[in-house]
Each structure stands twice: as C-alpha cells, then as structure tokens.
C-alpha cells in the first residue's frame, strides 16, 4: 500500500491555522489509519517553499503522493468533501486494524 | 409550410445535357415550382441577391467549373436548401465550394414528389438552422455579458475544473492572489472546499501585508464542462475593523469589569440586555432586598414592582420615555446583622436598535457608615467639650481667687493648702473609689463605695472641708484621669464622678448635721466657742 504524503500550508499560528491542522489530523486518524505523513509547512517561516509550489492561497493542502497530485484549499472540516477533493478513497482497514 | 411555389434556381453550364424541363415541373405534384435557369453564375449571383430563391439547384456541372461558385457561398447561406443532380460530380468538391449542400439526386431518376418532399424538409431544417444560430449568436451574447460583468466585478472570480485548473480569472482575482492572469491560466489552484456557504482564506504574499478573502463557490458548466465558480472577496479591511472593534470592545468591558459598580443596561421592556461583571455577590446575598436577583435576561421592572420599588420604576421609566434626563435614588439593603446602601443612577442609553437605559449600582455603604460615625464622632465630641466646659467650670469654683482671699481673711484656708500630705491622701482614695464605682456599675460588684465615701466625708468633716474642698478633690481626680484616659472612659469618670460627688457632699452635710446636734447637746451655748476652732493637729484652719 502506498503511504500519503500530505503537506499543509498554513499562514502563522491563528485559529484558523490551528483549526485547519486539528481537522485535517481528524480526517487522516478516520480515514487512512496511519498510512500517511503530514507534513505541516508556515508560509511564514518558509516562504520559498510556498513559492516553489506557487501556493496562492492557506490553507491549501497538497496530496503528493501517491499521484497523482491534487490540492485543495479552503475548508478542511467536511470530510467528504476533502476526500473528493484530494481523490482519496475509504482506505481499506486490515483485520488488526494497521496497515 | 405556406402555398407558395417553390422558386429554384437552376445552374446549368452545359444546357445541351440537362434533362430537367422547365416545363415538366408543374405536373409533379401539387406544390408549384417556378423554375429559373441560367447558364452562368454570374446570372446566379444576381437572382441570389434577390433573395426570393427557394431551391438553388446545381445542374450539369463539371468539377472544373465549380471554381466560380466562391462568391456564391455567401448568398447562399440565405437559401434554404442546395440540391446537386449530377451524382457524377465529386460530391466533396461540391461541398467544399457550396458549403450547404444538402442532397443531391441522379439527373437520370429524379422523382419530384420526393423532390418537393425534401424540399420542404429541407426547408424546415434550413429555419431550424437559422434559429440555432440565431441562439447561437444569443448565447454568444450573453457570455460576452457574463464574461464582462464577471471581468468587471470587484469581488476576484477564478474558474477552475474538477482538477483545479485556473481557466478564466477576471482582474479582481489578479489583484487580490497578486498575479497576473497569464500566469495563472492553466496552472494548478485547488479543489476549493468550504463546509458552509463561505470560508476564509489567507492570502499569500511575498513580500506583502496579510491580507485575507472570503471564499464561496457555485458549480458552473464553462466551455462545456462542469467546473467551480470561486468568488473571492477581500476583507482584509473588514477584518481590521473587526479586531479593532473586538479589541475596543474588550478595552471597554475590562475597564467596566474593572470599576466596583454594578452596571445594567435595560431595554423598554425591561429585559436586562447586558451586566458588567463584578466580584461575586456584589449584592448581599442575605439582604431581603431584590437588588441580589439581578441579572443578565432577567426583567428589571418585573423585580421592581414585586419589590414595591415603585419610585425607582417611574424613574427608570421616565428616563426611558425621555421626560427626565436622569434618575438618582439611595436604596437601602438590610441584611439581618447590617445595613448596606447602594445609589442607583439611571441614565439614557441610545442604541442601534431601541432605547435601553443604563443603571448603575453604586455600593455606597461605606460612605454612610462613614457619615453615620462622623455625625456620632461629632455629637461627642460636643458632649465631651461640655463637659470639659463642666469641669472647667468646677475647677474655677474649686479655686477662685475671690474665693481664696476671703477665705484667708476669715482664716478658711482650703485642705490642700493647709494639710497638703492629708489631702493627697484624700485625692488617692478619691481616685481608687471611682474606678471602684465604675467597675461596680459595669459588672455589678459590690464594692462598698458608698462606705468608704461615708467613711471619707466623716474624715474631711473632721478636717472642717467645705464643699470647695470637695470639689477640689473631685476636679482633681477627674484632671489627673483624663490625661491618658480613653474619652470613653473618661465620659464615664465624669458621669460616675459627678454622682461620687454629691453622695459625698451629702454625707458631709449628714456630718455636720450630726455634728452640730451632738454640740447642742452636749455644749451650752455659753460653752460655744467665739469663733471655729483650729483643724487637729494642723492649727491653721478655723
């Protein structure tokens, strides 16, 4: 199975930041059961990597792998909707619950 | 489908092959035809511009001199139907060169009931045709007017596909996301997601200021597919005034948080909108007032009138009503062991949506306990300057120079010049029976006092003392107590002393009496001396 790799930008320590990190962890935990890393990246304290990716607009969260690549932005808290936009599917949970 | 004829054009360049008949046309059926026939596109050209042309017929044409149709193409668009019957001509060449062919016939076989059949058909879908592109170019209208309302909307429109792709930007998005619009065309934006009907977004900027939009997006169908429509909206402004109102805001309450003053805002029906918060039970919880049951959505006038504060509701309500400005009354809170008093002052408050007043409770218990001991501090210290006056007075009786000089003259001089050691002695005891009357009166123990005082008049009446002498004793002590004394204590020196005195003088009047009778008794008047007798011991007081 293909291990996500998941990077959030976000701009700065605000709620909104903060509210962003805390939905998008609860998606992850429910929906791909520790087959992903999340990689959480300030604008602010890393603005050439915003600019390589020509990130516009926080919080935008980037699917990287597997590809193909999808990136959302906007709100994090509907699930369903995240999922569509990132194209992830229900990721299929083993009987001991891992992997 | 109307009855008029059928007006076709025929084209025949080589006439000597044609096999249609102008005159076989008519009795093909019911529809009539009125056929033109010409021989060269020049003539062609000229009934096209006529425009009354049903049926443009291509007759016996070789490929070769298709080339002078060209300039037929644009009058032909008007016409309904184009018909090639000369199956041995490249059928595409005609296309090409008449852009609207839509049939064609073997000149050998034409059937003219089919003919005119499809003519009408063709007829029809040539109207039809007309009619889509008239849509067409409506269509292309209103997206013209959808792109220009779109490029000159203030809020940043982006449209994206399913993927994310940017494939239109108007020049509002370009201003906020501070890109031009050819470099985000074709690049990669995002899925947008919201959960509600908007969200907000950071907008980032390199170098640059925060800068923050709402988002909302609609699913559209552009060029054909499906994508999202996402407005985007600074509110950057909007938020700064948001967070220096938020911040007004909470500067106001802390300060109104930090004031000892229990404020109320109330509306015309008396709902408490809005309280400030002050320490818990800032109201006494034990007092039968209703002020404690003050709070936040409760009904003030409600409380008022179950209270019988009748006076602080009319003013309440004549503030409200705007016939008084403001409104101050003192309220009394009685609790079971104290007494608390808060001023209560009304004042207009004009808000948004109503008329509200403000209420301000002001615990002012202090300041009338403070007055209240002010005005007893005050009483006593008239009384205590009374009888500072009292014993003043005592005192110049006690030793007035008139006094002293007449008494010398007549040989009365006062105890405490002639017997000096006897009347200090005297003043000792003076002293220790009045705080022994004292004690006797607070804790109800029987001292004797009145003996000792019986015992001292019988002494002082040996010394032949006067009254003068008494109060020389007494105005002595009291002076020596009221040094270092308490001025309580020493109030109650004078009260108590005042009584020691008079019992004393008293028993010194009970003296002499007794005295006096045991003198008549036992001395004839002859016996009696001529005048008094020197004090024993002392010789220097008659």
């Given at each position: 199975?293909?291990?996500?790799?998941?990077?959030?930008?976000?701009?700065?320590?605000?709620?909104?930041a903060?509210?962003?990190?805390?939905?998008?962890r609860?998606?992850?935990?429910?929906e791909?059961?520790?087959?992903y890393?999340?990689?959480?990246?300030?604008?602010l304290?890393?603005?050439?990597?915003?600019?390589?990716?020509?990130?516009?607009v926080?919080?935008?969260?980037?699917?990287?792998?597997?590809?193909p690549?999808?990136r959302?932005?906007?709100?994090?808290?509907?699930?369903a909707?995240?999922?569509?936009?990132?194209?992830?599917?229900?990721?299929?949970?083993?009987?001991?619950?891992?992997? | 489908?109307?009855?008029?004829?059928?007006?076709?054009?025929?084209?025949?360049?080589?006439?000597?092959?044609?096999?249609?008949?102008?005159?076989?046309?008519?009795?093909?059926?019911?529809?009539?035809?009125?056929?033109?026939r010409?021989?060269?596109?020049?003539?062609?050209?000229?009934?096209?511009?006529?425009?009354?042309?049903?049926?443009?017929?291509?007759?016996?044409l070789?490929?070769?001199?298709?080339?002078?149709m060209?300039?037929?193409?644009?009058?032909l668009?008007?016409?309904?139907?184009?018909?090639l019957?000369d199956p041995?001509?490249?059928?595409?060449?005609?296309?090409?060169a008449?852009?609207?062919?839509?049939?064609y016939?073997?000149?050998e076989?034409?059937?003219?009931?089919?003919l005119?059949?499809?003519t009408?058909?063709?007829?029809?879908?040539?109207?039809?045709?007309?009619e889509?592109?008239?849509?067409?170019?409506?269509?292309?209208?209103?997206?013209?007017?959808?792109?220009?309302?779109?490029?000159?909307?203030?809020d940043?429109?982006?449209?994206?596909?399913?993927?994310?792709?940017?494939?239109f930007?108007?020049?509002?998005?370009?201003?906020?996301?501070?890109?031009r619009n050819?470099?985000?065309?074709?690049?990669?934006?995002?899925?947008?997601?919201?959960?509600?009907?908007?969200?907000?977004?950071?907008?980032?900027r390199?170098?640059?200021?925060?800068?923050?939009?709402?988002?909302?997006?609609?699913?559209?169908?552009?060029?054909g597919?499906?994508?999202?429509?996402?407005s985007?909206?600074?509110i950057?402004e909007?938020?700064?005034?948001?967070?220096?109102?938020?911040?007004?805001?909470?500067?106001?309450?802390?300060i109104?948080?930090s004031?000892m003053v229990?404020?109320a805002?109330?509306?015309?029906?008396?709902?408490i909108?809005?309280?400030n918060e002050?320490?818990?039970?800032?109201?006494?919880?034990?007092?039968?007032?209703?002020?404690?049951?003050?709070a936040?959505?409760g009904?003030?006038?409600?409380?008022?009138?179950?209270?019988?504060?009748?006076?602080?509701?009319?003013?309440?309500?004549?503030?409200?009503?705007?016939?008084?400005?403001?409104?101050?009354?003192?309220?009394?809170?009685?609790?079971?062991?104290?007494?608390?008093?808060?001023?209560?002052?009304?004042?207009?408050?004009?808000g948004?949506l109503?008329?509200?007043?403000?209420?301000?409770?002001?615990?002012?218990?202090?300041d009338?306990?403070?007055?209240?001991?002010?005005?007893?501090?005050?009483?006593?210290?008239?009384?205590?300057?009374?009888?500072?006056?009292?014993?003043r007075?005592?005192?110049?009786?006690?030793?007035?120079?008139?006094?002293?000089?007449?008494?010398?003259?007549?040989?009365?001089?006062?105890?405490?010049?002639?017997?000096?050691?006897?009347?200090?002695?005297?003043?000792?005891r003076?002293?220790?029976?009045?705080?022994?009357?004292l004690?006797?009166?607070?804790?109800?123990?029987?001292?004797?006092?009145?003996e000792?005082?019986?015992a001292?008049?019988?002494?002082?009446?040996?010394?032949?003392?006067?009254?003068?002498?008494?109060?020389?004793?007494?105005?002595?002590?009291?002076?020596?107590?009221?040094?270092?004394?308490?001025?309580?204590k020493?109030?109650?020196?004078?009260?108590e002393?005042?009584?020691?005195?008079?019992?004393?003088?008293?028993y010194?009047v009970?003296?002499?009496r007794?005295?006096?009778?045991?003198?008549?008794?036992?001395?004839t008047?002859?016996?009696?001396?001529?005048?008094?007798?020197?004090?024993?011991?002392?010789?220097?007081?008659?």
């Amino acid at each position: 199975m293909n291990k996500f790799l998941l990077k959030l930008y976000i701009t700065g320590d605000t709620p909104r930041a903060e509210r962003a990190i805390n939905n998008l962890r609860q998606v992850c935990e429910r929906e791909l059961h520790n087959q992903y890393e999340l990689i959480i990246i300030d604008v602010l304290e890393h603005p050439h990597l915003a600019e390589e990716e020509k990130i516009m607009v926080t919080p935008t969260l980037v699917r990287e792998l597997p590809p193909p690549r999808r990136r959302i932005i906007g709100d994090l808290t509907d699930t369903a909707k995240v999922l569509l936009g990132l194209n992830i599917r229900t990721y299929p949970v083993s009987e001991s619950g891992k992997d | 489908m109307n009855n008029e004829p059928l007006k076709i054009l025929l084209v025949e360049v080589t006439p000597g092959e044609a096999s249609l008949q102008r005159e076989a046309l008519p009795h093909s059926g019911t529809v009539q035809f009125e056929i033109v026939r010409v021989a060269q596109f020049k003539e062609a050209l000229q009934y096209l511009a006529q425009g009354d042309i049903t049926v443009f017929l291509l007759g016996l044409l070789p490929s070769e001199s298709l080339k002078p149709m060209q300039p037929l193409k644009k009058q032909l668009v008007a016409v309904p139907m184009t018909l090639l019957i000369d199956p041995e001509i490249d059928l595409q060449t005609v296309e090409r060169a008449v852009h609207d062919l839509q049939i064609y016939f073997d000149k050998e076989q034409i059937e003219w009931n089919l003919l005119t059949h499809l003519t009408h058909c063709a007829i029809d879908c040539r109207q039809l045709q007309s009619e889509i592109r008239q849509y067409s170019q409506q269509w292309q209208i209103s997206e013209a007017r959808f792109r220009n309302v779109i490029a000159r909307n203030a809020d940043g429109i982006l449209i994206v596909d399913h993927d994310g792709i940017v494939r239109f930007m108007n020049p509002a998005a370009e201003t906020i996301l501070n890109s031009r619009n050819q470099d985000l065309l074709g690049e990669l934006f995002g899925f947008p997601v919201i959960a509600g009907e908007t969200t907000e977004l950071d907008i980032v900027r390199q170098p640059g200021p925060d800068q923050m939009a709402e988002m909302r997006v609609v699913d559209i169908e552009w060029e054909g597919v499906q994508a999202y429509l996402i407005s985007l909206r600074d509110i950057t402004e909007q938020k700064k005034i948001e967070r220096a109102l938020r911040e007004s805001e909470a500067f106001s309450r802390a300060i109104l948080n930090s004031i000892m003053v229990y404020i109320a805002v109330v509306n015309e029906e008396g709902l408490i909108i809005t309280t400030n918060e002050v320490k818990a039970h800032y109201f006494p919880q034990k007092a039968a007032c209703f002020l404690k049951n003050l709070a936040r959505g409760g009904n003030y006038f409600t409380l008022c009138r179950q209270a019988g504060a009748t006076q602080l509701l009319n003013g309440m309500l004549e503030v409200l009503r705007g016939e008084a400005d403001s409104f101050e009354a003192e309220f009394p809170c009685p609790t079971p062991d104290e007494e608390f008093w808060f001023l209560i002052r009304v004042k207009p408050f004009e808000g948004n949506l109503q008329r509200s007043i403000v209420v301000s409770h002001i615990d002012i218990t202090k300041d009338k306990r403070a007055a209240q001991a002010e005005a007893e501090s005050r009483a006593k210290v008239a009384w205590i300057d009374q009888r500072e006056r009292e014993i003043r007075s005592l005192l110049e009786l006690a030793h007035p120079p008139q006094a002293a000089v007449t008494a010398s003259i007549f040989g009365l001089v006062p105890i405490r010049e002639s017997v000096p050691s006897t009347f200090e002695e005297i003043v000792q005891r003076y002293n220790e029976l009045i705080d022994l009357a004292l004690e006797q009166r607070a804790f109800k123990i029987d001292h004797r006092v009145s003996e000792h005082l019986r015992a001292m008049a019988n002494q002082l009446g040996f010394l032949k003392a006067g009254p003068r002498d008494l109060i020389d004793i007494h105005s002595t002590v009291l002076e020596r107590k009221g040094g270092s004394t308490h001025p309580l204590k020493a109030q109650a020196y004078v009260e108590e002393g005042r009584l020691m005195v008079l019992e004393l003088m008293g028993y010194l009047v009970s003296y002499y009496r007794s005295f006096s009778i045991g003198v008549r008794r036992t001395l004839t008047p002859e016996a009696l001396p001529a005048k008094p007798s020197n004090r024993p011991g002392e010789g220097g007081r008659s």
